[in-house]
Nanobody
């Protein structure tokens, strides 16, 4: 059974930082691409960042480029999202996802976590 558990969310002021983690079990983590997506209230889910199994292929949404960093530790079956210079527009539930390729579409991912709330106040 695949289990994906996000952690690290919380409330911060604009300009602050958070580091999200997603611990994965039940699948071959080292051969899966991992993505982060987010969904704000009343909005559709949107792509944030993705990383290939070897950490060579990395892509970011334009809205977070230069502020967020995705990384992974295959030995610990964990993917991270370091978020700096947070803005109120970054407020959303953040989800990690696992799939075969580092795609920017959520349709390309087979497994999803339950999400962790990030709230950025101005």
């Amino acid at each position: 059974q695949v289990r994906m558990v996000e952690s690290g969310g919380g409330s911060v002021q604009a300009g602050g930082s958070l580091r999200l983690s997603c611990a994965v079990s039940g699948l071959s983590f080292g051969t899966n691409a991992m993505g982060w997506f987010r969904q704000a209230p009343g909005k559709e889910r949107e792509f944030v960042a993705t990383i290939g199994w070897s950490s060579i292929a990395i892509y970011y949404a334009d809205s977070v480029k230069g502020r967020f960093t995705i990384s992974r530790d295959n030995a610990k079956n964990t993917v991270f999202l370091e978020m700096n210079k947070l803005k109120p527009d970054d407020t959303a539930v953040y989800f990690c996802a696992a799939g075969f390729l580092p795609l920017t579409s959520g349709a390309g991912y087979n497994y999803w976590g339950q999400g962790t709330q990030v709230t950025v106040s101005s």
